[in-house]
């Protein structure tokens, strides 16, 4: 016990002596531990600067550079959608790393806002009414062509190169070849100018620069415009197929209840025996001409189909074309069975079976396609139009409907 006691002492004494033999400006060493990648710990030394040392701190940096946009994951329900998701990336694609200097303060950022609510509106699940509309779908390719016209302005002169080219082709296949903005961008010297170092010129490249986002917005005006076109189209379609959806109704139940205003005629019994031949004339049944005029309307969408290529529009018409032949045979089947056993037709005389009542409505269902063909001629030139651009040199009066 004694000597645990003299132990403790010595020590204590010891550390009060290195205590008191320590200069009063020296400081201790500090120590910290540090993790190995064993696990295991080892003592490393904090290294603080001195004073008057000439390390200097890293400044944080206020350039303002493109960020991209938050670009969904999700699989989008809608093929524009999966469109404007593209756009947005290769817009961003061919700005990070090109920006022009001087140019960061006032532009990128809309730039920045374009494409942030475009990529928003692309990941938007619109319903029947919203597609209808077809407001969520041009307000997004509004925002991405809304980018489009402004890089340009911000791109570097190696990228402005390849854009030159791009406002270039957008001109030829939007605007008319006496648009005067057309004209401009196809001025061989621009090509030149901005082949030329970047202390040359630069005065003159940057008048070049806003020629080409003014060409390119024009294109897009004019491409957005026929977009608009197009869904009008589209709408009136689906609407006739609807008119002519609820006037097959209403024949069906006129010439089903009161068959005496619109009569569609009547076939002689199948004679089985002498005494079936006295029998009463058979009512032709509407149901079953709207059937077959129906399925000869089907027969001439599905072979209008041929004509009609893969459409990857927001609008397409092919749809809208189909949907409206089968009511549309319908409705022709109906009234052609109802003339033709009338016999206010010259050189007709009515129907005498049954078969023949079906094979009627079949050729006279198919026969619809005489009258929607105007129809089909008018829209698929709009469509075209649209799609695959190209400059409209006729009156545009011509393409409305």
Same mark, same amino acid.
């Given at each position: ?8 002492? *010595? ?10 033999l320590q ?17 295991g710990?080892?003592? %490393? =030394?904090?290294i603080?600067?001195? !004073? ?8 944080? %940096?206020?350039? #303002?550079?493109?960020?991209a946009?938050d ?7 809608r ?13 961003h ?10 140019s960061?303060d006032?532009?990128i ?13 692309? %990941? ?11 407001? $969520? ?5 509004? #925002?991405?062509?809304?980018t ?5 302005l911000? +791109?570097?002169?190696t990228?402005l ?8 082709? +957008?001109a ?6 006496t648009d005067d ?8 010297? *621009?090509?030149?100018?901005?082949l =030329? ?7 003159? $490249?940057?008048a070049?620069?806003? &020629?080409?986002?003014?060409a390119?917005?024009?294109a ?5 415009q ?17 008119i ?5 109704? &209403? ?6 209840r009161?068959?005496?205003? +619109? ?11 002498a ?12 149901f079953m001409?709207? +059937? ?13 189909? !041929?004509?009609s ?10 749809p ?11 409705v022709?089947?109906?009234?052609g069975?109802?003339l033709?056993?009338?016999g206010?037709?010259p050189?007709?005389d009515?129907?005498?079976s049954?078969?023949a ?5 079949l050729?006279l269902?198919a ?5 929607? !063909?105007l ?8 469509? =075209?139009?649209a799609?695959?651009?190209?400059? *409209?040199?006729?009156k545009?009066?011509s393409?409305?409907?």
């Open positions: 016990m004694r000597t645990t006691t003299s132990v403790l002492r *010595i020590a204590l004494g010891a550390g009060l002596m290195s205590r008191l200069q009063p400006g020296d400081k201790p060493d500090t120590t910290a531990l540090t993790t190995t990648r064993n696990g710990r080892s003592p %490393s =030394k904090i603080k600067p001195r !004073r008057g040392s000439s390390v200097k701190q890293q400044e944080p %940096s206020h350039a #303002h550079h493109a960020t946009p670009l969904p994951t999700d699989t989008p329900p093929s524009w959608q999966v469109q404007v998701r593209t756009a947005v990336a290769r817009c694609a061919d700005l990070t790393g090109h920006e022009q200097p001087g960061h006032n532009l950022p809309q730039v920045e806002l374009h494409l942030r609510a475009a990529s928003k509106l692309a %990941s938007v699940r619109t319903g029947p009414i919203g597609a209808y509309q077809g407001r $969520t779908a041009e307000t997004a390719w509004s #925002h991405v062509h809304q489009r016209s402004m890089l340009p911000v +791109l570097d002169r990228a190169r390849s854009e030159s080219a791009h406002a270039r082709g +957008l030829r296949r939007y605007l008319r070849s903005r057309r004209t401009a961008i196809e001025d061989p010297d *621009i090509a030149k100018r901005l =030329k170092p970047a202390t040359e010129s630069l005065e003159q $490249t940057d070049d620069r806003h &020629v080409m986002s003014a390119v917005a024009a897009y005006e004019v491409n957005d026929r977009f608009v076109l197009l869904r009008g189209w589209r709408n009136r379609l689906y609407l006739l197929a609807g002519s959806l609820i006037t097959t109704a &209403v024949l069906l139940v006129v010439t089903e009161w068959s005496t205003l +619109l009569p569609l005629g009547s076939t002689p019994a199948v004679a089985a025996s005494a079936a031949l006295a029998a009463p004339a058979q009512a032709v049944n509407p001409v709207a +059937l077959v005029g129906a399925l000869g309307g089907f027969v001439t969408a599905l072979a209008a189909l !041929r004509s290529g893969p459409s990857t529009s927001a609008y397409s018409l092919t809208a074309l189909g949907l409206l032949k089968v009511p549309a045979g319908a022709t089947a109906l009234l069975v109802m033709w056993n009338s206010t037709v050189g007709l009515p129907l005498p049954t078969g009542v079906a094979a009627a409505a050729v269902g026969s619809q396609e005489l009258l929607t !063909r129809i089909d001629i008018r829209a698929r030139a709009v469509e =075209k139009a799609v695959k651009g190209g400059s *409209i040199e006729d545009p009066s393409l409305v409907p």
